[in-house]
């Protein structure tokens, strides 16, 4: 039915670009050294609003460090959501510590309700530490993730945080560009509210280097502490000397040398995103068992990833099947990650009241979204999902 084949998410590069990358290899500054890194660092401290940020090889690296930083030791414990890329959990483990899985709301984000719930119903506050009734294990932290650029409830986080006295990493790596639009935390953007928060450069995210990532935090100690450890610890840079053990976590002058040109275009690309998702609405909302997940409407979300829900009793088709039969006419669409606390490394881990979660891994596809996703081509997406309403594959 469709020749033409849409991606799911892809970079929206322009050769602008060259200019950099040249100057790149003329000069001879390709690795972690170079004008790039810093000048990248300064404009994602600029656009977001902080008065400084860290570029590291990749937003796992990012978390990493951020974990590290905040004390999380071996032991420890994380909360953390089970509707989420691994990558924002993996970390954990490195650290010897150990992930507690919570549910979402409807906005897929990290459901504020069962975390409260728990930290009240499962735990014990003393001392300025809480400490988990099931395994006598200290939760230092909480991860958060704005989960496809959707702003969580900040305010309510934050409330928690205080209460509970633990520290709170914003895993941003799909918020780039997502901020707060009423409230405490008006004109704040995702990331820069929390203790630490995380940004990706993914290819398939907002803004791209190919890879790599970005710190950033109103702690500047912190800041600085993260800085050194991404570049092997070096005590004494001349001689060669490492007090404690370090990571090669640094961005390279070359990935920098694209973010530079990235950053200077991403709200045209954000406005693309919202201009494309509305039109998916229109459409969507007139398909009797599809409905568009939609966005908070007290914050400007970037917008990165749409979400359908399939009813399958109404569209007339299983949710696997309407993802088998696009694939097949060249719209690349994907489910939800299967949940973390399913996943074989952490079928040992605590979950607390994981439900919502399951509904959404069963009936959830994201659709084409690029930045760079022309108005031909959502109108492709959207005939071809009015094309297959009641066309089941199994009869």
């Known amino acids: 039915m469709n020749n033409k084949t849409i991606p799911l998410s892809v970079p929206n590069l322009s050769l602008d670009i060259l200019d950099n990358v040249k100057e790149t290899i003329e000069t001879g500054w390709v690795s972690t050294g170079g004008r790039f890194i810093q000048e990248f660092e300064d404009k994602i401290a600029n656009y977001v609003g902080v008065d400084k940020a860290i570029a590291c090889q990749s ?84 991860i958060v993730v704005h989960v496809f650029g959707n702003p969580i409830n900040i305010e309510r986080l934050m409330e928690i945080k205080d209460k509970y006295d633990l520290k709170i990493i914003e895993d941003s790596t799909e918020a780039l560009g997502s901020y707060y639009l009423s409230g405490k935390y008006a004109h704040k953007h995702c990331g820069t509210i929390g203790d630490i928060g995380v940004y990706s450069f993914n290819a398939n995210k907002i803004l791209t280097t190919g890879g790599g990532g970005m710190i950033v935090s109103n702690n500047t100690k912190l800041l600085d502490e993260i800085a050194f450890l991404s570049v092997q610890a070096k005590t004494d840079s001349l001689y060669f000397i490492h007090d404690e053990v370090g990571y090669n976590y640094r961005m390279s002058n070359i990935q920098a040398a694209f973010g530079t040109d990235q950053i200077d275009r991403l709200e045209s690309f954000i406005k693309t995103k919202i201009d494309n998702y509305n039109l998916y609405k229109e459409t969507i909302e007139d398909i009797d068992g599809l409905s568009l997940l939609p966005f908070k409407e007290d914050s400007r979300s970037n917008h990165w990833f749409y979400s359908i829900i399939v009813d399958k009793e109404k569209y007339g088709m299983e949710r696997d099947e309407l993802l088998t039969v696009l694939n097949e006419n060249n ?65």
Not at 92 to 111: Q, R, T, V, W
């Open 59 to 142: 937003g796992t690296a990012g978390l990493h460090l951020a974990l590290r930083v905040l004390g999380v030791e071996s032991g420890d414990e994380v909360i953390v959501p089970t509707v989420t890329f691994i990558a924002a959990v993996n970390p954990i483990k490195y650290m010897g510590a150990e992930p507690i899985f919570m549910d979402c709301d409807d906005s897929l984000n990290m459901d504020m309700d069962k975390l409260e719930e728990f930290l009240i119903n499962e735990c014990i506050h003393m001392d300025g530490k809480v400490i988990n009734k099931n395994t006598n294990k200290i939760i230092k932290a909480i």
């Open 331 to 395: 719209i690349q669409t994907r489910p939800l990650w299967r949940l973390i606390h399913k996943q074989r490394p952490y079928l040992g881990s605590q979950s607390y009241r994981i439900e919502k979660a399951e509904f959404y891994e069963e009936n959830l596809i994201n659709v084409p979204c690029s930045s760079n996703l022309a108005v031909e081509d959502v109108l492709s997406v959207l005939n071809s999902l009015k094309y297959f309403k009641g066309k089941s594959i199994l009869i």
